[in-house]
Nanobody
Framework: QVQLVESGGGLVQAGGSLRLSCAVP????????LAWHRQGPGNQRAFVAT???????NYADAVKGRFTISRDNAKNALYLQMNSLKPEDTAVYYC???????????????WGQGTQVTVSS
């Protein structure tokens, strides 16, 4: 079973920064789209950011200008740099992978187990 593995979550004060990492199996690293999603308390899982194999990025409005998604092709790794964190960013963050068509439909085939990010006020 293909498994993505997130790391880097933790507790941070509002205004602080965290960097999440995701180890992506080589068999799916270039599948099309890599993404970060999050699920906050009482909320459904929601899109945060995506990056294609060509490096094209897209962000949810709530994180634009604060979060940066990137990928390291040599390490098969996906990252999410989160700056100016707010309490409303508190959530479990998941990395995911999909082909381009699946990503357009919001249908991601591969997921990690999630990493908790808690932002205190």
């Amino acid at each position: 079973q293909v498994q993505l593995v997130e790391s880097g979550g933790g507790l941070v004060q509002a205004g602080g920064s965290l960097r999440l990492s995701c180890a992506v199996p080589g068999s799916i690293f270039n599948i099309g789209v890599l993404a970060w999603h999050r699920q906050g308390p009482g909320n459904q899982r929601a899109f945060v950011a995506t990056i294609t194999t060509a490096g094209i990025t897209n962000y949810a409005d709530a994180v634009k200008g604060r979060f940066t998604i990137s990928r390291d092709n040599a390490k098969n790794a996906l990252y999410l740099q989160m700056n100016s964190l707010k309490p409303e960013d508190t959530a479990v963050y998941y990395c995911a992978a999909a082909g381009l068509r699946g990503a357009i439909r919001g249908d991601y085939s591969y997921w990690g187990q999630g990493t908790q990010v808690t932002v205190s006020s």
